[in-house]
């Protein structure tokens, strides 16, 4: 390990064939070891002619080293040995700080497996993954990975909207109870069974710990083990949500063992740090074994977009059904779910009127989204679920000084064309005024300023300045931060914030997101007086007794436009989906959104 420690430090600190002055103490110092151990590296860097070393003479005199031999390509074969080995920690530690992504994506890149070598499937990424806990996940992509990690007792199928048995081979209703038939032969990934009773330890688990999922499952009062492969679940309220829930994330059974968390998916988890998370293909899985072997996504930073496939990955999602060659077809969706902000009660004493909060969503509404934000990768919200009329509704929600997308249907997309002066001098007349009549309720004598907060989303991050901008500028005294996350998430940070900017991502279980984003979602949960509580549980209990799925989304509907009118939130974009349909698909810009189902993907390797 000094060894090449040594290598790289002088990599890093001297020029080919250029002598530099250098004590031995500042050698072994950034080495980490004795001046004994110092002498004896050098001693042997200079017998393999690598460097040249010739002590000080006279007194106060520094040694003198010369690097006489590059370095770099025996540091970089040796990085890449590390990294085949999984020890990126290591490796990076003879890595310049600088180039740590580039590196990581340059082993990818030349990654190619011997014949006879295990299939793994290698996902470059912008960010390494957070906590994989199932029962703490409230992030997209990690919420795909755990789906690999965790079987939940049902999943739900989108192609027929109906839930299919997993861990589960049976299961019924009666009254508020939900009964439920194990299948047998189902194992945790240390081999150990898994019978009712773990089950109902996850759960149990679940509803101990302190995460936001925790209030999903308040509606579950009890969980009876009438045999090790018969339970059941009695609902408190929501009894018809029950199902919805049970196959959600936090749903996705683990077990504790020695403090570890092990899973009960078609993967297990057998590494995750900073730079690289690592699933491998689980041999007892009670489902069809996956084609890959394992699967690595790699954190090299925003070089990630750059990734250049050494393999063809084919793919059986419906998103790639429809192709019929390798040649890519670009479409487009919109994301159901939304950029949005929400107002809080309980920080700022101007904002705890219900007037004020609602002044300040109207004038959010008018000063619309930032111009830094492209308009052809988002289009305005009216709500979570995208609606064609929000096409028409441009102008009520574009930035005051941005041009005006006329009408854009579904089968063709009309030119924008250029607002009028007049129409844009009513609009920034019209937000001018709201913000002064705002100013003139109070607000311009209070000292304390209105906080916005985000997390760091490039665009959340815009619309956050754009608020800050555009409010210092009428008057409004006012300040933006910007979180990392989780840090975002933590109550006593979202307490101290009057705007939060958060986004939503819905999936298909509609019903599950709807519910996710009303009952565990910590900056709304923070914005909500009690009362707003109250209602809330009130209104999902009258949604949860009609049997219709669309009477269903019309109250779910109809509780957001109630949480909009009384100022508590205001949905700002839908940004734009980019679908390449092919035969082979990139997974660098598919795994955020979930596309990469791990257990169908095979690869073709480049000849």
């Known amino acids: ?30 080495l980490g070891c004795t001046r004994r151990n ?23 005199n520094l040694p003198k080293v010369t690097l006489i031999k590059c370095v770099n390509e025996v540091i970089e074969k040796h990085v890449d040995s590390l990294l085949a080995e999984n020890k990126v920690d290591q ?28 299939d793994i499937l290698q996902i470059p990424f912008y960010r390494g993954t957070h906590n994989l806990d199932s029962i703490g996940i409230s992030r997209r992509t990690e919420s795909h990975i755990a789906s690999y990690l ?58 101990a710990e302190n995460t936001t999922n925790r209030h999903l499952f308040e509606c579950i009062s009890n969980i009876e083990v009438t045999s090790p492969y018969h339970l059941s679940f009695e609902a ?23 403090g570890n968390i092990i899973g009960s998916g078609s993967f297990q988890l057998v590494e995750q740090s900073k730079w690289l998370t690592r699933l491998e293909a689980f041999k007892h899985y009670h489902g069809h074994r996956p084609w890959v072997d394992a699967v690595e996504m790699w954190n090299v930073g925003d070089k990630a977009k750059d990734y250049e496939m050494h393999c063809d990955i084919v793919h059986s999602h419906p998103h790639y059904q429809e192709a019929s060659n390798l040649t890519f077809k670009e479409s487009e969706q919109w994301e159901s779910g939304c950029e949005y902000a929400l107002i809080n009660a309980h920080n700022h004493p101007w904002l705890s009127s219900i007037k ?13 989204v930032s111009k830094d934000i492209s308009k052809d990768e988002i289009r305005p919200a009216s709500g979570m679920i995208y609606q064609v009329s929000d096409l028409f ?10 041009p005006l997308l006329d009408q854009i249907s579904a089968k063709s997309t009309h030119s924008a064309n250029t607002k009028s002066e007049k129409e844009k001098s009513a609009k920034t007349k019209s937000a001018k005024s709201k913000a002064a009549q705002i100013l003139e309720n109070g607000l311009k004598h209070s000292k304390q300023p209105i906080k916005i907060l985000t997390y760091q989303l490039f665009d959340h991050i815009k619309m956050a300045k754009h608020y800050y901008e555009w409010l210092s500028s009428e008057g409004i005294a006012c300040e933006y931060q910007v979180l990392e996350f989780p840090d975002f998430c933590l109550t006593e940070n979202l307490q101290k914030a009057d705007i939060i900017i958060s986004g939503a991502v819905f999936c298909d279980n509609t019903n599950g997101s709807w519910m996710s984003w009303l009952l565990s979602t910590p900056p709304l949960e923070t914005c909500l007086t009690e009362e707003q509580k109250a209602w ?26 109630n949480l909009i009118c009384s100022g508590v939130y205001r949905p700002i974009f839908h940004v734009k989906q980019q679908l390449n349909q092919a035969d082979t698909v990139n997974p660098v810009e598919l795994l955020a959104n979930g596309w990469i189902d791990f257990n169908q993907v095979t690869m073709r390797r480049h000849s």
């Open 1 to 30: 390990m000094y060894y090449w420690k040594a290598l790289a430090f002088f990599r890093t600190h001297l020029t080919l064939n250029h002598p530099v002055h250098m004590s031995l103490d500042k050698f072994s110092e950034s």
């Open 38 to 60: 110092a002498q004896l590296l050098i001693k042997k860097l200079v017998e393999e002619g690598w460097i040249d070393w010739k002590p000080g003479v006279g007194r106060g």
């Open 91 to 118: 490796a990076l530690e003879f890595v310049e700080e600088d180039k740590r992504d580039l590196c990581l994506l340059g082993y990818i890149r030349r990654y190619q497996p011997a014949p006879d070598a295990l």
């Open 150 to 207: 965790y079987s939940n007792l049902i999943r739900y199928n989108p192609e027929n909207h109906r839930f299919d048995g997993n861990l589960a081979i049976h299961w019924y209703r009666e009254d508020n109870r939900w009964f439920f038939t194990l299948r047998k032969g189902i194992f945790f990934h240390d081999g150990s069974p898994i019978f009712a009773q773990d089950i109902k330890h996850h759960f149990q688990r679940l509803m």
């Open 236 to 258: 408190n309220s929501y009894t018809g949500y029950i199902e919805s829930l049970l196959s959600t994330t936090p749903a996705g059974i683990t077990k504790m063992s020695g």
């Open 356 to 368: 004020h909060r609602q002044d300040l969503s109207e004038l959010l509404q008018l000063i619309g």
């Open 393 to 402: 509704e441009t102008e009520q929600n574009t930035e005051i000084d941005r």
């Open 536 to 561: 809330r549980s009130e209104q999902l209990e009258k949604l949860w007794s009609l049997n219709s799925k669309q009477q269903r989304q019309s109250a779910f509907i109809e509780i957001e436009k």
